[in-house]
């Protein structure tokens, strides 16, 4: 009979372990939602007058400080978050933090589009407008598909994919 005394049970594999293509593959999910996210970020931050004015059509609350504050910080928030997936620093954290603001925003997004197509009788894919993302004019159709892969790559991120050539994953110790 052995003991059970002073033995630990055996980890869980890391999910990419036996799949390596799979963790390569989330690099470049890493790589290229980073990059989205610097650009996007910094072309909101550049003109934060633009992006201000964009976020009133949104009618999100009627308090004028709460507003401006989104519109000063939010920019920021996606460049650093971006910068934190190029990095490979805080991942998992950062793609977190990405989804709790794109999917909101995709929300916000396709119920302007809805007013929009109610208001005007079209199609709902025959709806654009500048939605504040930093692209200019988009078909909304286009950005719901765009912002929907943005939320697969933050899930896959968020899932534990995308280790190899991080700095720091996680920032548990």
């Not at 286009?142 to 995308?162: D, T």
Request: hydrophobic share 55%; aromatic share 8%; with cysteine.
């Amino acid at each position: 009979m052995s003991s059970a005394i002073g033995t630990t049970a055996p980890s869980l594999p890391k999910p990419a372990l036996s799949r390596p293509w799979l963790d390569y593959t989330g690099v470049l999910v890493r790589w290229v939602l980073g990059g989205i996210f610097v650009y996007m970020g910094l072309s909101k931050a550049l003109h934060p007058e633009m992006f201000l004015k964009l976020l009133r059509q949104y009618n999100l609350t009627g308090n004028s400080l709460l507003l401006n504050s989104i519109a000063a910080g939010l920019p920021w928030l996606e460049v650093f978050c971006g910068l934190l997936l190029l990095a490979g620093i805080a991942v998992r954290g950062s793609a977190l933090l990405l989804l709790l603001m794109l999917i909101p925003f995709t929300v916000v997004v396709l119920k302007r589009a809805l007013a929009i197509a109610d208001v005007q009788h079209i199609a709902l894919c025959a709806v654009s407008f500048d939605c504040g993302c930093g692209n200019g004019e988009v078909l909304i159709c286009r950005k719901l598909v765009e912002n929907s892969l943005l939320v697969l790559f933050s899930c896959w991120l968020l899932a534990g994919f995308g280790r190899r050539l991080s700095a720091r994953f996680s920032l548990r110790g």
